[in-house]
C-alpha cells in the first residue's frame, strides 16, 4: 500500500468528479464550508484529509465516497 498514490489518486478524482459537474474550486469550497486553497491543496495530493471531510466532498459532489479511491480513465 502506497500512501502517496491514494492520497494522489484521491485529489485527481475529486477534481474529476467537481469538473464533471461544471464546478469551480471555490464552488465545491462553498459546498463543503471549506478553503478554496484546502480544495486545491486536496486535488494537487499535496494533503491528507480527514475522514469527514472526505464524506463532506463526496455528498458535495453526489458521488459514492468509493469512486474517489477508483482509477479513473
Known amino acids: ?8 489518486k484521491y485529489g485527481k478524482n475529486v477534481k474529476y468528479y ?7 474550486q471555490a464552488q465545491l469550497a462553498e459546498l463543503t464550508n ?8 486536496i486535488e494537487r495530493g499535496k494533503r491528507i484529509i480527514k475522514l469527514d471531510k472526505i464524506l463532506k466532498i463526496a455528498n458535495s ?5 468509493s469512486k474517489f479511491f477508483e482509477e479513473n480513465k
Open 1 to 8: 500500500m502506497d500512501l502517496q498514490k491514494d492520497i494522489d
Open 18 to 24: 467537481r469538473k464533471k459537474l461544471n464546478l469551480t
Open 34 to 41: 471549506l478553503s478554496t486553497n484546502y480544495i486545491g491543496m
Open 61 to 65: 459532489l453526489n458521488t459514492p465516497t
